[in-house]
């Protein structure tokens, strides 16, 4: 008899290779239709602002999937270290990287090594840096207390372990330290075929 965790941990692995594989889709092909906002559109109905869009590569913002908009309460301040958690093609990273300036510094995690690879292309494209790492927001690559700022975009929803998200959010920051985090929220519980479909998931 499979037991709870086992089943957990199979639709798990599941959602991870179903997030890898839509998201891509996104990168690869941003015109084509997809059941979320993405794009410039999406970007405007999140107020980020117009010059920040037209100042990115056509690419970071056509790839765009955000949820919300993180900068509007971010308050980053140049110097500052900052952490973009599933930092997909890289157009949080980069307004966050024009925001801290040369001396700040800024790193994204992601699932998907290959959306890294674009996401530090698209960032280096605009002058700035960013160090992307592979990796899942339950363990997130980064040492204890080393970031000022925490900021993600339609992520944390994602994971079936959103305490341990959260956990290691507050392992990553110093003392002092804040989160900008936008995301999808349900007031109602989920009917089990929602929770049980990857692709609603990964939404």
Known sequence: MTSVAETQASLEAVLKDEIIRMY??????????????HGREAA????????????????????????????LRSRLKPGETVLDLGSGAG???IIASWMVGPNGRVLGVDLN??????????????????????????????????????????VINLSFRK??????????????GRISITDIVSAKQLSQSIVNDPKLWAS
Not at 48 to 63: I, K
Not at 163 to 176: A, H, N, Q
């Open 44 to 71: 405007e109905l999140f107020d980020y602002e117009s010059d920040w869009l037209d100042r990115a590569p056509d690419g970071a913002v056509a790839s765009f999937a955000g949820v919300g908009n993180p900068h």
């Open 91 to 93: 157009l949080d990273a």
């Open 113 to 154: 090594p290959a959306m890294c690879l674009k996401a530090q292309a698209h960032a280096a494209a605009t002058g700035t840096r960013m160090e992307c790492r592979e990796g899942r927001m339950e363990d997130i690559p980064v040492p204890n207390g080393s970031v000022d700022v925490v900021i993600s975009n339609g």
């Open 163 to 176: 305490r341990r998200v959260l956990e290691e959010i507050f392992r990553v920051l110093r003392t002092g």
């Open 24 to 37: 891509q889709e996104v990168a690869d092909k941003p015109q084509g239709t997809f059941h979320f906002f």
